[in-house]
């Protein structure tokens, strides 16, 4: 049992992984790839007006408008803390390293025990807040079906089994290796599920972005 | 007369629980709380309690664990294995310092030897952090 889920699964994991984001990311090239123009005429592209600091400070605050600090400022502020620890707590956790310290030789520098511990808690913290959302708020709850439950509980379930594990509360065994199997489930729904926004975000924001402004849009979306 | 009685009554009583037990090794402590936390950066886990009787009975040489070695082999003299000995230490050698200091030693030790012990003898011993680092 141990075996199997610290070696094949944990290697099939990685692959499903990796390649699923490779894959997903050549596909979205590969449908935006016609042109739509060659040079599109884009008004004012060419003179850059010059702006001084104050006013690029302004601008920069009015566009926040736009952005869910003005629509929904609690809900950006859990989202920002529940992606930071997310994302801070299993690469500097301190167990994490040592194991790959002890198989590879490499491990990175890690955090004390106790602060990774309140970043799973803020983690979970956060997680019901999203879960919560979903069951409470109408405007939320009228586009929530059963998919998003599931990938709520596919994100949690490491975080949730880690903390257990960490505290060890209940039969320590049975945590660890649920922990185990769960992050390899979370490793290969990524690419295939709306989590694959864990790559999508990157070329939704900063890529679409440019596509628009710098690179003057030669993609079609 | 009668004192002298009770003299070679123990002495032959403390041959025999040597004889017995194989070696004067065998009557130490059995728990012993192996802590690290002074010479490597401790960031947070409870110190292990090792039970050194166990791991006599599971019929492990001395030396499969008690090491000092020099070219590839184990020189280490078992006469110098007594309770106290301050050379035997294993922080002595695995300084905090060192890449193998003292916790690198015992996690790959530890671990290296409980993962291949139980995929042979598919027996379950301790391999899991909070196994060995358990909370009371």
Not at chain 1, 29 to 45: H, M, N, V
Request: aromatic share 12%.
């Amino acid at each position: 049992m141990y075996d199997l889920i610290e070696g094949p699964f944990l290697s099939l994991a990685f692959i499903i992984f990796v390649l699923g984001l490779l894959y997903q990311g050549s596909r979205f090239f590969q449908l935006t790839r016609k042109k739509e123009w060659i040079a599109p005429p884009l008004p004012g592209a060419e003179k850059r007006v010059k702006k001084s600091v104050g006013q690029f400070i302004i601008d920069g605050l009015a566009s926040v408008k736009g952005t869910l600090w003005k629509t929904d400022p609690l809900m950006m502020i859990v989202t920002s803390a529940f992606h930071v620890c997310l994302i801070l707590a299993p690469i500097f956790l301190l167990a994490h390293n040592v194991l790959l310290d002890q198989s590879w030789g490499i491990g990175l520098w890690s955090f004390p025990e106790s602060f990774t511990d309140w970043l799973t808690i803020v983690v979970l913290i956060c997680v019901a807040f999203f879960l919560m959302r979903r069951l409470f708020l109408a405007r939320v709850r009228a586009i929530t079906s059963f998919y998003d439950y599931f990938v709520l509980l596919i994100a949690a379930a490491p975080f949730l089994t880690g903390y257990l594990a960490y505290h060890q509360w209940f039969d320590y065994r049975t945590v660890m290796i649920l922990h185990i199997l769960t992050a390899e489930l979370m490793l290969i729904t990524v690419p295939f599920t709306k989590l694959g926004h864990m790559l999508f975000f990157f070329l939704y924001r900063f890529l679409i972005g440019s596509e628009y402004s710098f690179t003057r849009g030669s993609r079609t979306w | 007369m009668k004192l002298d009685c009770i003299r070679v009554l123990m002495i032959i009583m403390l041959t025999t629980m040597i004889a017995l037990t194989g070696s004067v090794l065998m009557a130490q402590q059995d728990k012993m709380i192996l802590d690290s936390s002074n010479a490597s950066q401790n960031k947070g886990r409870p110190a292990v309690t090792f039970f050194h009787n166990r791991h006599v009975e599971a019929g492990l040489d001395c030396k499969a664990c008690h090491h000092l070695y020099q070219k590839g082999k184990n020189i280490l003299d078992e006469s110098q294995l007594v309770e106290g000995n301050p050379a035997i230490r294993c922080s002595q050698c695995h300084a905090a310092q060192l890449r193998l200091n003292v916790q690198q030693a015992f996690h790959s030790q530890c671990i290296g030897c409980h993962v291949t012990y139980q995929k042979e003898k598919k027996k379950t011993v301790p391999r899991y952090c909070g196994e060995c680092h358990a909370r009371k």
